[in-house]
C-alpha cells in the first residue's frame, strides 16, 4: 500500500517538535534584549549592566554547548534537551521574581545553560534520520524556528509589555518550555534509536583541525554583526528617544520575519548550487546591510536593512550546520557544533552586547556600533578560507 512509511512519519515528527522546541529556545534569547529597556528602568542599570545582563544569558548558551555535545553519546539527545529546556523553563520564572542584580545575572546564566544544550543535540537527531542530498533542506526547515523566534519573542514583549510588564512577560514564557519538555519525553527517540532509518547517512570523520579557528572566527563575526548588534537596538531606540520600550520590541520582532525566507532559500540552494558558493554571499550581503542598521537614521533605510541582514544572517546558520554535518561522522557531529557553539558563542554572544553597551556609555552608540560592523567584514576571509579547504 502507498502512503507515508513508519520511518518518514517519526522523521516528521522529530522536525515537528525540534522546530517548536528552537522556536521557544530563540524566542527566550530574544525576548531578554526586549525588554532590557523596562529592566533597566525598573533596577537603574547602566547600558553596560543592561549588556552585561544579555551577556551571561549568552554566556550560559556559549558554554554549555560543548559539554553537551561530549554527553551526546552517553545520555542521548532526547534526554539532554529534556533537561535543558525544564531548566531553562524554571529560571525564566526564577529570573522574573529577582529584584538583585546580581541575582539576576545567575539566573540569566543558568537559563542559558539550559538553552545551549539544545543545538547540536537536535541537529544530531534530524542528521541521523536525513541524509545528505536533504540535509540542507531539512535543517533549513528546522531553522526557519530561528527567525520566527527572534521575532515572536521581541513580538510577545512588545504586546504584553503594556499588561504584564517584564516580569510577567517572563514569568509566562516559563510554561511553553515546560510542555516541550514533555512533548520531547514523548516524542523524541531513546538513546541509541535515533539512527535507525533513513537518515544514517554517511558523513566524514572529525573536522580538520586547521579549520576550528577560522569556523570559530567565522561564526563569532557573524553572530557579532547580527544578533550581537540587534540585541542592542532596543536599548539604542529607547535610549535616544526615537521610539518607546514596547515599539523598539515590535520593530526588532517583526523585522525578524524576513529570515524565515533566509533560511528556507539558504538550505535549498546549498543543496543544488553548493554550500561554500552560498555561504560567501551569505556573508557578504550580511555585512553591507549590517552598515544600514548600524548607521542609517531611523526610517525606511534602517528599517529595509534590518530585513536584509535579518534574511541573510538567518541563512548563514543552516548553511554553516549543514557543511559541518556533510564533512564529519556521526559519532563526531555534535562535538564538533558544540565546540563551534560555544567558542563563537563567548566570542559573539557574550562579548559583543557588553562591549556594544560599554562603548555606548563612553562615547555613545554611533561609536559602539563600528563593532558589529567591523565584525561583519571580517568574517569576509574567513568564509573563503573555508571554501579553499573544503572545496
Known amino acids: 500500500m502507498g502512503g507515508i512509511s513508519h520511518a518518514a512519519r517519526f522523521g516528521y515528527a522529530i522536525l515537528l517538535i525540534s522546530w517548536f522546541a528552537w522556536l521557544w529556545n530563540f524566542s527566550y534569547r530574544m ?21 552585561a545582563l544579555v551577556g551571561a544569558l549568552n554566556l550560559g548558551y556559549a558554554i554549555s554547548a560543548y559539554p553537551s555535545g561530549l554527553c551526546s553519546a552517553r545520555f ?45 543535540q537536535a541537529l544530531t537527531l534530524l542528521s541521523e534520520h536525513y541524509g545528505r542530498r536533504r540535509r540542507g533542506t531539512i535543517i533549513g526547515i528546522h531553522e526557519t524556528a530561528a527567525p520566527m523566534g527572534q521575532m515572536a519573542g521581541p513580538l510577545w514583549a512588545g504586546a504584553m509589555l503594556p499588561s504584564l510588564g ?23 527517540p531513546k538513546r541509541g534509536d535515533g539512527g535507525k532509518g533513513a537518515g544514517k547517512a ?21 553572530w557579532s554583526a547580527n544578533l550581537g ?14 521610539a518607546d520600550a514596547a515599539f523598539a520590541a515590535f520593530l526588532m ?8 525566507l533566509g533560511q528556507l532559500a539558504g538550505g535549498l540552494l546549498s543543496d543544488t548550487i553548493g554550500r ?41 546558520f543552516p548553511v554553516t550546520y549543514a557543511a559541518i554535518s556533510d564533512n564529519t561522522s556521526p559519532r563526531d557531529r555534535a562535538k564538533v557544533i558544540g565546540v563551534v557553539n560555544t567558542s563563537s558563542g563567548l566570542l559573539g554572544g557574550v562579548l559583543s552586547p557588553m562591549i556594544i553597551g560599554y562603548l555606548a556609555d563612553t562615547s555613545g552608540f554611533q561609536t559602539a556600533f563600528l563593532y558589529p560592523v567591523v565584525a561583519g567584514f571580517l568574517a569576509c576571509p574567513f568564509v573563503l578560507h573555508l571554501r579553499i579547504r573544503l572545496h
Open 31 to 51: 525576548m531578554v534584549p526586549a525588554l532590557l529597556p523596562s529592566i533597566q528602568a525598573s533596577l537603574s542599570l547602566s547600558n553596560w549592566m543592561a549588556g
Open 202 to 222: 554517511a558523513g566524514g570523520g572529525g573536522w580538520p583541525w586547521g579549520l576550528y579557528l577560522p569556523t570559530i572566527l567565522l561564526v563569532s563575526f557573524v
Open 76 to 120: 542521548g539527545p532526547r534526554n539532554i534537551i529534556v533537561f535543558g529546556t525544564a531548566l531553562s523553563a524554571a529560571f525564566a520564572f526564577l529570573l522574573s521574581i529577582s529584584r538583585s542584580y546580581a541575582a539576576m545575572m545567575i539566573f540569566a546564566f543558568a537559563a542559558g545553560l539550559g538553552l545551549g544544550v539544545y543545538l547540536p
Open 276 to 316: 561554500l558558493k552560498v555561504l560567501m554571499a551569505i556573508v557578504l550581503v550580511t555585512a553591507i546591510s549590517t552598515v544600514g542598521v548600524a548607521f542609517a537614521p531611523y526610517g525606511s533605510v534602517m528599517i529595509a536593512s534590518m530585513l536584509v541582514q535579518a534574511m541573510a544572517a538567518s541563512a548563514f
Open 166 to 188: 517584564w516580569v510577567g512577560c517572563l514569568r509566562a514564557w516559563s510554561l511553553p518550555g515546560a510542555l516541550i519538555a514533555i512533548a520531547f519525553l514523548m516524542i523524541a
Open 229 to 242: 548588534l540587534i540585541s542592542m537596538i532596543p536599548l539604542y531606540m529607547v535610549r535616544s528617544s526615537l
Open 253 to 260: 520582532g517583526i523585522t525578524r520575519f524576513s529570515g524565515v
